[in-house]
């Protein structure tokens, strides 16, 4: 069965500090994998997403991701972070079906 | 200029009321969704909508239907709404052509958060 999973549910950093949220993914066959944030009270934004091609995907806001496939993993990374930062991250992945299968969420919180 | 919007925003009703929530897209896709967030955030999907025929229908109680009368449309109508429907509905579109960085790539709308009484 398809499925993709956080482990992180809640992580906590000052700003300034590095940020890794895990993602690990089941699937059989091409997957796509995606990142999504959602801030407060809004909705779902795409970070970053990985189709096919370098393993190290770049999106907005200095998040960046990298596809292990060895590790069925899809990091989600940014060096520093900053209070803004502060969300609920959702990896999520699809497969030939086209449909959308997502993680349970980690929420960050940023402490200026 | 909104890509993906639904209405209402916030929807408060009783137990056992029927109600609706409409979703629109004006970017052109062929594909349309709807998900259930709950209380702990987690999303799931619930419908999935290409070219107005249903391809995907999860594990839904048949309280919930929906309606697609065009592409570019996706409603969700409930009846007999129950405590446990309480959540934040997002509507989502995607186009299903392959190739393009676009490809998958669901865009979601604002979100409708229904509280049952």
């Known amino acids: 069965a398809q499925s993709v999973s956080q482990h992180n549910h809640h992580v906590i950093l000052s700003e300034a500090a590095s940020l890794e949220l895990g993602c690990n993914y089941s699937?059989?066959?091409?997957?796509?994998l995606f990142w999504y944030v959602q801030y407060p009270g809004q909705h779902l934004q795409l970070l970053l997403k990985?189709?096919?091609?370098?393993?190290l995907v770049k999106g907005i806001k200095g998040f960046e991701a990298e596809f292990i496939k060895s590790k069925f993993s899809f990091n989600l990374r940014k060096p520093s972070v900053q209070w803004s930062d502060t969300a609920e991250y959702f990896c999520?992945?699809?497969?030939?079906?086209?449909?959308?299968?997502f993680g349970s969420g980690t929420q960050l919180t940023v402490l200026p | 200029d909104t890509a993906v919007s639904q209405t209402p925003k916030y929807l408060v009703t009783q137990m056992g009321n029927d109600k609706s929530i409409k979703c629109e897209q004006n970017?052109?896709?062929?594909?349309m969704y709807w998900y259930k967030q709950d209380s702990k955030k987690f999303l799931k999907i619930m419908f999935s909508?290409?070219?107005?025929?249903?391809?995907i229908n999860e594990t839904v109680p048949n309280r919930f239907s929906p309606k697609s009368p065009d592409k570019a449309h996706l409603n969700l109508h409930i009846n007999s709404l129950e405590l446990g429907d309480s959540a934040v509905y997002f509507c989502?579109?995607?186009?299903?052509?392959?190739?393009?960085?676009?490809?998958?790539?669901?865009?979601f709308g604002p979100g409708t958060r229904l509280t049952v009484l």
């Open positions: 989502a579109s995607s186009t299903s052509r392959s190739g393009g960085g676009a490809y998958n790539e669901q865009f």
């Open positions: 699937y059989g066959g091409t997957v796509n």
């Open positions: 990985y189709f096919s091609g370098d393993p």
């Open positions: 999520a992945g699809s497969g030939s079906a086209r449909q959308l299968t």
């Open positions: 970017l052109g896709h062929d594909t």
């Open positions: 909508y290409n070219n107005k025929e249903l391809i």
